[in-house]
């Protein structure tokens, strides 16, 4: 996985593998969301970052149980 914040334009973007984008669905304002053509969720990006997230240039890593 992998976290992309590109300040210039204001987006975070988080990749969760290298498989190619077939299609993209903004299913809710702002978020959209990227399948591979199996229909996996290849990546996030949140537009407007700064304003949807704390500190889009902040990371905590956390692992549970």
Not at 6 to 16: F, G, N, S
Not at 41 to 52: G, M, N, P, Q
């Amino acid at each position: 996985m992998k976290l992309v914040y590109d300040q210039e334009v204001d987006v975070l973007t988080i990749l969760l593998g290298d498989a190619a984008v077939a299609v993209s669905d903004e299913d809710k304002p702002g978020v959209i969301i990227d399948y591979d053509a199996a229909g996996n969720v290849v990546s996030l990006e949140i537009l407007d970052a700064s304003t949807r997230v704390a500190d889009p240039r902040s990371v905590e890593y956390a692992l549970r149980g």
